[in-house]
């Protein structure tokens, strides 16, 4: 069964860092790209990261862009979101998900949450 | 980017009734391979989202068949046939296009 877990959120202030991580089980984790997908409270869904399977290509949302670094590492499964300069508007909570050979995420974790507030 | 706009539900819908559901593409969505990249998620309330539909058309693993997808290269509606309590929440469409991946803002669908 296919589990992908997030941790690491909670709160913290403006202009602050913050590394989430997602636990990967079930799948051969270092065969398939893997996002970041974020809902702000009450909003829509929002498309983060994605990282390639190998973790030689990145992409970003420009609102993110030398703010937000996405990693892996594939020995043990895990993705990572390390997030700097952090603002209000990046209150959301945080999914991670697989993306199926760039044509759908068709794996989402159950999302934590991350409050940016003085 | 490529904007998505989806449509709102005349809510509630009846429980049986049918329902359908719209989403429009700033930018065709078909791509030289023959696929359209466009993508439905369904979110129930309190849950991660989950996929209904990809390539526009093509039911997920697990998916019922009450479920079904269609349109063009811009233009994409949901089918959802005979409504169910387990159909509510809030449907995502998704165009994996191009980068940035990009959603429509959602469309909730209620019970009556």
């Not at chain 1, 403006?14 to 790209?33: E, I, Q, V």
Request: hydrophobic share 30%.
């Amino acid at each position: 069964e296919v589990q992908l877990v997030e941790s690491g959120g909670g709160l913290v202030q403006p202009g602050r860092s913050m590394k989430l991580s997602c636990a990967a089980s079930g799948f051969t984790f270092s065969y398939y790209g893997m996002a970041w997908v974020r809902q702000a409270p009450t909003k829509g869904l929002e498309w983060v990261a994605t990282i390639s399977y190998d973790g030689t290509s990145t992409y970003y949302r420009d609102s993110v862009k030398g703010r937000f670094t996405i990693s892996r590492d594939n020995a043990k499964s895990t993705l990572f979101l390390q997030m700097n300069s952090l603002r209000s508007e990046d209150t959301a909570t945080y999914y991670c998900t697989r993306d199926w050979g760039n044509n759908y995420f068709d794996y989402w974790g159950q999302g934590v949450m991350v409050t940016v507030s003085s | 980017d490529i904007v998505m706009t989806q449509g709102a539900l005349p809510n509630p819908v009846p429980s049986g009734e049918s329902a359908s559901i719209t989403c429009q593409s700033s930018k065709s969505l078909l791509h030289s391979n023959g696929k359209t990249y466009l993508n439905w998620y369904l979110q129930r309330p309190g849950q991660s989202p989950q996929l209904l539909i990809y390539w526009m058309s093509t039911r997920a693993s697990g998916v019922s068949d009450r479920f079904s997808g269609s349109g063009s290269g811009t233009d994409f509606t949901l089918k959802i046939s005979s409504v169910e309590a387990e159909d509510v929440g809030v449907y995502h469409c998704q165009q994996f296009l191009e980068y940035p991946r990009t959603f429509g803002a959602g469309t909730k669908l209620e019970l009556k």
